[in-house]
């Protein structure tokens, strides 16, 4: 392992030389777009595409369950380069005493590669990967596969010593996994702390918690505050450095799967495409979380919403430490069809949003949840997905336009060609401040291939894909900015 060391020392080091860099491209809402590149590696935040030219470029991915009821999942490395790629894919596991497993990998030029992880790492209820690749470039993502529904997320480009989770859910018997990956060769020590409608909470277990070098440590819902519809959670690190994730199996009024990364960042301002009214919406929830030390003014704008005597606008004041949450029903009757939502705060960063948004799918419901695109995303028109669908289907890709300027949008494919405009979606009409839903059509080529949409303006970008085996409706995931 100590061949190694050099390269996830440049993975710690490099964001904090690089803190200003990454941020250059963001623009205030009111101006109009530009032609952004990728981010260079930079502050611990949300996942993103490196350009940057490195020795190495190192992904660190959520985790996955691994576990005999046919649960598992995969991790998918896209190369969009001429050349071929090699790298080396590490797999942890939270088994006791279970050392981590490599594997060496190539990507051809302008391929993907999607791997078990369970082929590399047979042992341990979870499983995590950390994916290096040699030169830089590509960018990762993970699927995790369950009976009750998949859930893809994008891998970060770096660990962190805070994350941060605004919407957890432990109500009516619903299942709560935190999931610590220390890939590090030393042991990693960190403090929890949870907020909910009762106050804050710093479990004397969970102080000074240790999380042994390169495994993955588990905390259950066994050790998670019970039967709290809002929930937030801090994990700090006192000593290392780590990647955390939340898996959530839900019950009662929210129904299905999610396993998402946390925040490893505040940010003052947090946007949301996938808003929805009509009858097959049956809660739309945000979760406002401030785990500062100073109270904080918060104001929501629901975007693409003609006004009219529709005001959907509100002001909050979340106190320090604390967690807001709330519907789209506290707007009163909002219009049907589609809609945004952005939450700002007046001054430094100082929150994280998450959504809650649980739909019809059949007889029955499902529930996605997804943590919103931070500030330093606004100034980008590019947006690439590593996992596409396997299906065609309608409303795939849901579009923001954060400029008071109508556009137009481009869905691409990543083939032996290079990109491809997908037919059909080559110019796709985006409404100034406003919210397009794209379907993927049954094309050659295009489903099951990773995907690259682009705009005339500055957008976010979330997938609806199919939740898998089977099962009606859709699990959310933010796109990766680049």
Not at 175 to 203: C, H, Q
Not at 219 to 245: F, W
Not at 290 to 310: E, I, L, Y
Not at 398 to 421: F, H, P, Q, R, Y
Request: with cysteine.
């Amino acid at each position: 392992m100590n061949r190694r060391l050099p390269a996830l020392v440049v993975v710690v080091l490099v964001p904090l030389v690089l803190l200003a860099l990454f941020p250059l491209g963001v623009i205030s809402r009111g101006s109009t777009g530009t032609t952004p590149t990728f981010a260079a590696q930079g502050s611990p935040t949300l996942p993103f595409v490196p350009k940057a030219q490195f020795v190495t470029s190192t992904w660190f991915c959520g985790g996955v369950p691994n576990t005999t009821d046919a649960s598992g999942g995969t991790v998918t490395v896209v190369n969009p380069a001429d050349a071929p790629m090699q790298g080396r894919l590490t797999v942890f596991s939270d088994a006791s005493g279970v050392a981590p497993a490599e594997q060496p990998f190539e990507v051809p030029a302008r391929a993907h590669l999607t791997t078990a992880l369970s082929k590399v790492q047979r042992t341990g209820n979870y499983l995590s990967a950390m994916v290096e690749i040699t030169g830089g470039g590509g960018f990762v993502e993970q699927t995790a596969v369950t009976k009750v529904g998949n859930a893809v997320s994008a891998c970060s480009n770096s660990t962190s010593g805070d994350w941060y989770f605004a919407d957890n859910y432990t109500l009516n018997g619903s299942k709560e996994d935190l999931v610590i990956t220390n890939p590090f060769p030393d042991d990693a020590i960190l403090d929890f702390t949870f907020a909910s409608n009762d106050g804050t909470r710093r479990p004397q277990n969970l102080q000074g918690f240790p999380v042994s070098a390169h495994s993955i440590a588990v905390i259950s819902e066994a050790n998670l505050p019970k039967d709290e519809a809002v929930l937030a959670v801090t994990i700090h690190a006192s000593r290392g450095r780590v990647i955390a994730a939340r898996a959530q199996t839900y019950q009662g009024e929210r129904s299905g799967y999610s396993l998402t990364l946390g925040a490893p960042s505040l940010s003052s301002d947090w946007s949301f495409p996938d808003g929805e009214a009509g009858p097959d919406v049956a809660f739309e929830r945000y979760s406002i979380y401030n785990p500062t030390d100073s109270d904080v003014t918060v104001t929501t704008n629901m975007w693409g919403v003609a006004q009219g005597s529709f005001v959907g606008y509100r002001t909050d004041t979340i106190q320090a430490g604390n967690v807001l949450s709330f519907t789209t029903r506290d707007f009163g009757q909002v219009p049907k069809g589609r809609h945004g939502m952005t939450f700002s705060t007046e001054g430094d960063a100082s929150i994280v949003v998450e959504q809650g948004i649980t739909r019809k799918a059949g007889d029955a419901f499902v529930t996605s949840v997804v943590i919103g695109a931070p500030q330093v995303f606004e100034g980008y028109s590019r947006w690439s997905m590593a996992v596409g669908t396997d299906q065609a289907v309608a409303n795939v890709l849901i579009v923001m336009n954060l400029d008071s300027v109508a556009g137009t949008v481009t869905v691409k494919t990543l083939g032996a060609g290079g990109e491809v405009a997908v037919k059909g979606l080559e110019k796709v009409k985006l409404a100034k401040a406003g919210i397009t839903a794209i379907a993927i059509p049954n094309t050659p080529g295009v489903l099951g291939s990773p995907l690259v949409v682009e705009s005339s303006q500055r957008i976010i970008v979330q997938r609806l894909l199919p939740r898998g085996a089977g099962l009606r409706g859709r699990t959310a995931a933010l796109a990766l900015p680049g």
